[in-house]
Structure formats: C-alpha cells, structure tokens
C-alpha cells in the first residue's frame, strides 16, 4: 500500500501540485496525508504522524514528491527515514526509493538531506536580514505590548504594595502571569 505525505509551509500556499504528483506516482487520494501551514522544521506535525502511523507496517511505501517537504533538517529526515525502514517499510522520493543498504542511494539521501536543510537555513539567514532591515528603516516596531503603559504602570505598582499575587494580577488584568513578570522586570 502506498502512503503519500504532502506539506506546505503556509496557508497560502496550495498543495494540489503535490497531492496530484502523488496520484501520479501511484499513490490513492484517500492515502495521501498533509499539513498545510507548518514548516518543515517543526517534527511536530498531525499529518506526518497520521502518514508514519499509516506506513508502520512491512510492505508499507511512504511516499513524497521531494525529501524537503518530509524534512528540512538531516538529523529529522534521517530519523523518520529509519522508522520506516525499522518497520520495513519502504521511503520513495519522487521516483526513486531510499534503499539504506546502497551506499549509492544513501549518500544520494544524505545529500538532498543536506541541501533541505541548507535551504532552510538560507530561508531564516534571509528572513533576519529582511527583518533588520526594515527594523532600520522603521518599519518593523515589533510585537505590540499587552498593555497599554498606564495599565502596565498601574500593575507593577499594586505588585509594588505586596498585597498582590502575580496570579491575582494576571487574572484583574487579563494577561498571562508571564506578562505579569515581564512587566514588573522591565520597571526594576
């Protein structure tokens, strides 16, 4: 049985190109899982749990369109490629299958493994760059505070009096207790 995995990193993106490369190479609709909107770097995805519990089973094909909608690291790719082997399935990326005891198909692995997990990096070099850039220009402010000042003020000084819990004052203010910390630590 084949089981196909299909990923996007954001919402916007469409995963039709993948699911019907998918169907292409053999794989039924109704096998094909995806997550739409997380990053390739994030193992934790509902999808890809969904497809490897699915594909836990000698016999099993997994089956991606590229190796860096699986993983975008070595280290996740080559541990979600040994799962499957583990449990004798079998990895197929695009037309070709990993096959772990071909020193060949390994190192060929191990290179989209790491060009995957270049391309990421090249991705979050650019994103910080972008980032200080417009922070420069004056254009990136940073993430609005929960309170507004007088609010904030207000906080630290009922916490001032020690009549108050963080909890409590979490609570009246209707914000997290790690707010309440940040807050009274940004007034000393």
Known sequence: ???GYARVSTDRQDLTAQINELVS?????KNIYSDPGFTGTNRQRPGLDQALAAASHPGAEFVVTKLDRLAR???D???IADALVANGAVLQIGRS???PSDAMGKMMFN???TFAEFEADLIRQ????GMALAKARGRLKGKRPKLPPNQEKRLVELHATGDYSITELAADFGVSRATVHRAVARAG
């Open 25 to 29: 190479l053999g794989v039924d609709e």
């Open 1 to 3: 049985m084949k089981i």
């Open 126 to 129: 650019r994103t910080k760059e």
């Open 111 to 113: 290179i989209m493994a």
């Open 97 to 99: 299958a990993y096959d």
């Open 73 to 75: 690291s070595i280290r």
């Open 77 to 79: 790719a080559k541990d």
